[in-house]
């Protein structure tokens, strides 16, 4: 049975992981301006940039939150995996609202920039559990 303690921690690292997939959902819906062009490269790595952040983020908070809502019974490697395939299904989820935006499209590409992010995150989760000197960050995650 879990303690009231234990329960508060899950509600808050799942409103944390619900209300950061809210604001990729908010910027997934603000309309492109329909125009079709070739943007500078800034703005491309800017943009990139921006899925690979957030969805690193995602798989963090995500991680958080099943590590917390299954406890000690599963190994930190099933849920890491869990949190990626979170990520992965979250991002090709958002591309296809994305198809229904006005001025915006759907790319498989931006799925993979999801994905890397994702994936940046679940080596830094390896290196926290499996790195002895970086073991005093398990408690953060």
Do not use: C
């Amino acid at each position: 049975m879990r303690t009231y303690s234990d329960k508060l921690v899950i509600f808050s690292r799942g409103s944390a992981l619900v209300a950061w997939m809210a604001a990729i959902f908010f910027f997934s819906s603000l309309p492109g301006s329909g125009v079709a062009y070739d943007p500078p490269l800034w703005y491309m790595f800017e943009r990139k940039g921006a899925h690979v952040f957030e969805f690193a983020i995602l798989m963090i908070l995500a991680f958080r939150f099943f590590r917390s809502l299954f406890g000690s019974h599963e190994s930190w490697r099933r849920v890491a995996v869990l949190a990626l395939a979170f990520a992965f299904m979250y991002g090709a989820l958002d591309e296809v609202h994305q198809a229904f935006v006005f001025g915006r499209g759907s790319r498989l590409s931006d799925v993979g920039f999801d994905v890397l992010g994702a994936v940046l995150a679940f080596v830094m989760i390896r290196s926290i559990f499996s790195v002895p000197s970086l073991k005093e960050f398990k408690r953060m995650v």
